[in-house]
């Protein structure tokens, strides 16, 4: 889901193997000929992040990122082209697979003048992923579809937020990947919601967490923020029935606290504290 760290864990991977790693956005990605970039500008990214060292960028790592947004539109062979979509998976297929791409240096449309560096990839992890917003209904009715004939199947409960764990390929299929795509990245997996202890530990422990942050900011001004405990327990509350996981921190502090950054410079008092009233 969205919010659950899925680009973090990826920085933080490519923080620890050394190795060139680049995070690219599926988003831009459109069918060749077409404005928006071309399925190869994702091994140009790679090279610049090897400092064009080409056998090194050879076994780097590329995380595509929000591969969800390049499903097929619709189910039926469309008149018009689905030009961000289906057309944008098969030009992956070959990036995948492990085959020798042209991949032009400096990025952008293929020009018949320009100088292409050959790039091979078979030695390039690919890791994708994406919020697939909506894939739990598609799961739910598999789950739950009824059976055939007389035999009389009783289907276990799932819990809501266990949904995910139960994904198959073909509820990815049934969502709009291509099955060669699938085929390719041959590994499904998923990132569980975050509770409510590890909304609270990212609200509250890293060196720039959001808490933390704020105290700064009234520190500029002189002044000493702190918060009750309940706060951190009330915020994180809030957080799980926006259902927007640790993004949603920064809007609620700026609601707790608008007024108080307003008001702060011109107080007597040089503590701020907030409790949960």
Known sequence: NTGTGKTLMARTIAKLLNVPFTIVDATVLTEAGYVGEDVESI????????????????????FIDEIDKIARKGDNPSITRDVSGEGVQQGLLKLLEGSKVNVPPKGGRKHPDQKYIEVDTTNILFVAGGAFVGIEKK???????????????????????EVLSYITPSDLKSFGLIPELIGRMPI???????????????????????????????????LTLSFAEEVHDYIV???????????????????ILTDHMFDAPGLDAKDIHITVD
């Open 139 to 161: 799961i739910g009715s598999r789950l739950n579809s009824a059976s055939l004939g007389y035999s009389k199947e009783t289907r276990q409960h799932v819990e809501e937020d």
């Open 43 to 62: 091994l140009t990214r790679l090279l610049q992040a090897a400092d064009y060292d080409l056998p090194k960028a050879q076994v780097g790592i590329v």
């Open 188 to 222: 499904v997996t998923f990132m569980s919601p975050l509770d409510k202890k590890a909304l609270r530990a990212i609200l509250t422990l890293p060196n720039h967490a959001l808490v933390k942050q704020d105290q700064h900011l009234f520190h500029i001004d002189g």
């Open 237 to 255: 509350e809030i957080a799980l029935v926006y259902v927007l996981a640790a993004r949603v921190f920064r809007s609620v502090c700026e609601a």
